[in-house]
């Protein structure tokens, strides 16, 4: 079973910076798996904010971050990131990363695992 952990999310003012990771366990290599980033905030559903292809070639972002954040792995590390910066109070949620078995050069359509999340707020 994969595992995955969230790290680094925190308390930041905006226009502020945060990069959040995404740890796998060791027995599973994150190389064959596309990664994704959603967000829930409070009273709102699942939005999917970022993603990234296995090999990191391809990423997508929505539109209520792109130019904000950048999505990027290190496989070799068995980790992939989340680089946040000028965040606004919107951006307030519980992140969580998702992955799925899926070696196309592209983002993948569903996930099979999920970590537990880490909490980002962003107010003054």
């Known amino acids: 079973q994969l595992q995955l952990v969230e790290s680094g999310g925190g308390l930041v003012q905006p226009g502020g910076s945060l990069r959040l990771s995404c740890a796998a366990s060791?027995?599973?290599?994150?190389?064959?798996?596309?990664i994704g980033w959603f967000r829930q905030a409070p009273g709102k559903e699942y939005e999917e904010v970022s993603c990234i292809s296995s090999s990191g070639g391809s990423t997508n972002y929505s539109d209520s971050v792109k130019d904000r954040f950048t999505i990027s792995r290190d496989n070799a590390k068995n980790t992939v990131y989340l680089q946040m910066t000028s965040l606004k109070p919107e951006d307030t949620a519980v992140y969580y990363c998702a992955a799925v078995f899926w070696r196309k050069p592209l983002c993948a359509p569903t996930y099979d695992y999920w970590g537990q999340g880490t909490q980002v707020t962003v107010s003054s």
């Open positions: 060791r027995s599973i290599t994150l190389a064959n798996y596309a």
